[in-house]
Nanobody, 129 residues
Framework: QVQLVESGGGLLQPGGSLRLSCAAS????????MGWFRQASGKEREYVVG????????YYADSVKGRSTISRDNAKNTVYLQLNSLKPEDTAIYYC??????????????????????WGHGTQVTVSS
């Protein structure tokens, strides 16, 4: 299991940018695929971005493609989400998640949404003028 703590949320203006950080602890972080999910009030959780353990393969949902970047620093046990050109519809609780499936660890691929098995408590992001 990987323990995860998100930071960097808050109240932001439309058109602005945010950078979320997720600090991880646990021996398997460097071989875990990582991802960010979000859940807006009254909506289902959305898989937003994912990255494999080496940082060489990424997934982006259509809703953030072209204006977001996921990255990781395995030396710091941290994964980041940069999201630009913020919109009110980006308002949600953002969750960091880790995937330690066999596929993630040994094939080096990012994970599908169902494979994630460790979750942070989330950080609120509100985009409003």
């Amino acid at each position: 299991q990987v323990q995860l703590v998100e930071s960097g949320g808050g109240l932001l203006q439309p058109g602005g940018s945010l950078r979320l950080s997720c600090a991880a602890s646990g021996r398997t972080f460097s071989r875990a695929a990582m991802g960010w999910f979000r859940q807006a009030s009254g909506k289902e959780r959305e898989y937003v971005v994912g990255i494999n353990w080496s940082g060489t393969s990424t997934y982006y949902a259509d809703s953030v493609k072209g204006r977001s970047t996921i990255s990781r620093d395995n030396a710091k046990n941290t994964v980041y989400l940069q999201l630009n050109s913020l919109k009110p519809e980006d308002t949600a609780i953002y969750y960091c998640a880790a995937c330690t499936s066999f596929k993630a660890i040994y094939s080096g691929s990012y994970c599908s949404s169902e494979e994630y098995n460790s979750w942070g408590h989330g950080t609120q992001v509100t985009v409003s003028s």
